[in-house]
């Protein structure tokens, strides 16, 4: 896939890569710290274990600051989408430890 549609899903593609490896890499330190107690916390451990290492290869492709930023404030609404289409999900049961 060659010109500006296949760059672009070769960039999406970077993109879940980067922090899919993350969340592989850098979660094993976050729980060997101890298991967070509340789901915000993992939320946030979560996000920050994607963020960092898609940040890290948008500016090592050449991307702005801006762009990187806006990617990282793009995931949190996404994640709070997904989380409201299911809400019982999140709200259930399942959710006590």
């Known amino acids: ?5 296949g760059r672009f899903v070769m ?6 890569v980067a922090m899919f490896a993350g969340m592989l890499v850098l979660w094993m330190p976050l729980v060997a710290l101890g298991p967070p107690d509340a789901t915000e916390l993992e939320l946030i451990g979560m996000a920050f274990t994607m963020t960092v290492p898609m940040v890290a290869w948008m500016r090592y492709r050449g991307h702005g600051w801006a762009p990187a930023w806006e990617m990282t404030a793009a ?6 989408v997904a989380m409201l289409l299911r809400r019982s999900e999140y709200t259930g049961h399942a959710m006590a430890h």
């Not at 995931?75 to 709070?80: C, K, N």
């Open 1 to 5: 896939m060659r010109g500006p549609t």
């Open 11 to 16: 960039h999406y593609v970077e993109m879940l």
């Open 75 to 80: 995931m949190f609404p996404a994640m709070l």
